[in-house]
């Protein structure tokens, strides 16, 4: 698991909060979708102005706790679902004024250490790294993919420099016995040499985890329906912390903000115009204090984009653009 992702101690660090409420100014009310609730630091702050309501939703049910609390408090301003943020349009949103839509895409300190998940590589057992509404695991994924596949997952999901070699490692040591998280961690180290920067596991777990997880896609058609939903002058903003999911936030807020037709429902006469405004052109990222603060933020870049038209239906091409990588995705249909 990417160390950058891992929020040291057991407090939680809502990262880039101050600069996030600065964008989405909360102190004017509205409703906002926490997409990625987790602990609720984001939710928690924007509930603190008395004119807003949250409506926040997370795949992982150990988020449950955290929710019934806030509900304590908040009953008539915050309303909890366990769905995955590529499902939005499952709770029929169409007709709320959604002021604010927010990705944190990190993983939690308490997510890390559960073990149960089996996301990190500090611990022995099965592989898991399934994060709710899961069809398999990672133990699935590397004891049935077949050797080129698992070299194009470490490759494209992970930038893994050794993935083929990896690869057939595992395909060949998993013929004695299944492979573990313990077995995996070795097969890795004897296949590279040592790095006194990031663990050498970090790639290879990072990789698996954005494929048990279905990461690509879910965000992509989390970015797609969250801009849906959002009304006019809402704004949608993504935390990413690995640059993979950074490069498919800045292409969609990017083509969205650029003169085209984003409507086939568009009269062909009309002038082309941008669905998206962007709010900030290169990345917003942490302060020195926070990342003294919570060291793990240093690799968060904020992206945020505003809505500036109404329009509800929109064309994109971000599922051509991002075609390789989805392809890799269905690998999982073997399993």
């Given at each position: 698991m990417n160390a950058t992702m891992i929020l040291e101690k057991e407090k939680h660090y809502p990262v880039l909060l101050k600069e996030l409420i600065s964008i989405i100014s909360p102190q004017h009310g509205?409703?906002?979708?926490?997409?990625?609730?987790?602990?609720?630091?984001?939710?928690?702050?924007?509930l603190e102005y008395p004119e807003t309501k949250i409506i926040a939703i997370d795949r992982d049910i150990d988020c449950l706790d955290n929710a019934k609390d806030i509900k304590k408090k908040f009953d008539d301003r915050f309303f909890f679902k366990n769905i995955k943020f590529s499902n939005i349009e499952n709770l029929k949103l169409k007709q709320e004024n959604i002021k604010g839509i927010i990705f944190d895409l990190g993983y939690s300190y308490l997510q890390i250490k559960d073990k149960k998940k089996g996301l990190s590589f500090e611990y022995k057992g099965d592989l898991n790294m399934k994060m709710g509404l899961n069809n398999f695991s990672a133990k699935d994924a590397v004891n049935k993919l077949d050797e080129k596949e698992l070299g194009k997952i470490f490759k494209f999901f992970g930038d893994e420099k050794e993935s083929k070699k990896i690869a057939y490692k595992i395909v060949r040591e998993r013929k004695l016995k299944d492979i573990t998280t313990e077995s995996l961690v070795n097969i890795i180290n004897s296949c590279k040499k040592k790095n006194y920067k990031i663990n050498n596991a970090t790639k290879v777990f990072q990789a698996l985890r954005i494929f048990v997880n279905k990461e690509i896609s879910e965000l992509i058609y989390g970015l797609i329906e969250g801009v849906k939903v959002l009304k006019k002058d809402g704004i949608i903003?993504?935390?990413?912390?690995?640059?993979?999911?950074?490069?498919?936030?800045?292409?969609?807020?990017?083509?969205?903000?650029?003169?085209?037709?984003?409507?086939?429902?568009?009269?062909?006469?009309?002038?082309?115009?941008?669905?998206?405004?962007?709010?900030?052109?290169?990345?917003?990222?942490?302060?020195?204090?926070?990342?003294?603060?919570?060291?793990?933020?240093?690799?968060?870049?904020?992206?945020?984009?505003?809505?500036?038209?109404?329009?509800?239906?929109?064309?994109?091409?971000?599922?051509?653009?991002?075609?390789?990588?989805?392809?890799?995705?269905?690998?999982?249909?073997?399993?």
């Open positions: 509205g409703t906002f979708i926490d997409c990625t609730f987790g602990q609720g630091g984001y939710t928690k702050k924007i903003s993504v935390v990413s912390f690995h640059s993979l999911e950074d490069k498919i936030v800045k292409y969609f807020f990017k083509n969205l903000s650029q003169n085209k037709s984003i409507s086939r429902y568009m009269p062909k006469t009309e002038n082309k115009i941008n669905l998206l405004k962007l709010i900030n052109k290169k990345p917003i990222i942490p302060s020195n204090e926070e990342i003294n603060e919570n060291p793990p933020s240093r690799s968060a870049k904020l992206r945020c984009a505003k809505k500036v038209t109404s329009f509800y239906e929109f064309e994109t091409d971000i599922l051509e653009q991002f075609k390789h990588l989805l392809e890799i995705e269905n690998f999982s249909e073997k399993l």
